[in-house]
Nanobody, 117 residues
Framework: QVRLVESGGGLVQAGESLRLSCAASGIGFSNLDMAWYRQAPGKPRELIADISREGRSDYEHFAKGRFTISSDDDKNTVYLRINSLKPEDTAVYYC???????????WGQGTQVTVSS
């Protein structure tokens, strides 16, 4: 069973940076494509970025420039760095992976990011 645990969220001021972490267990991390999503209050969950098992990353348009996704296979961890945080970045940030062989999707519990102006 794949387990994803996010950390690194918190209350920050606009303009600051954060690095979120997502630790994966239960499967060989190097076999996983990973993604970060977020969900702001009253809004649907949205994709931010994903990174393939080969290390190729893709970003949604709004995330290009301030968001960076990366992974560390040795630590079984995927990261999301957010620079120049804005109040509109306030959301719960979720880690996600999908196992096509099992037709199963896995989400972490989320980590809250709150940006004050």
């Amino acid at each position: 069973q794949v387990r994803l645990v996010e950390s690194g969220g918190g209350l920050v001021q606009a303009g600051e940076s954060l690095r979120l972490s997502c630790a994966a267990s239960g499967i060989g991390f190097s076999n996983l494509d990973m993604a970060w999503y977020r969900q702001a209050p009253g809004k649907p969950r949205e994709l931010i970025a994903d990174i393939s098992r080969e290390g190729r990353s893709d970003y949604e348009h709004f995330a290009k420039g301030r968001f960076t996704i990366s992974s560390d296979d040795d630590k079984n961890t995927v990261y999301l760095r957010i620079n120049s945080l804005k109040p509109e970045d306030t959301a719960v940030y979720y880690c996600y992976t999908y196992l096509p062989a099992d037709l199963k999707a896995f989400w972490g519990q989320g980590t809250q990011v709150t940006v004050s102006s």
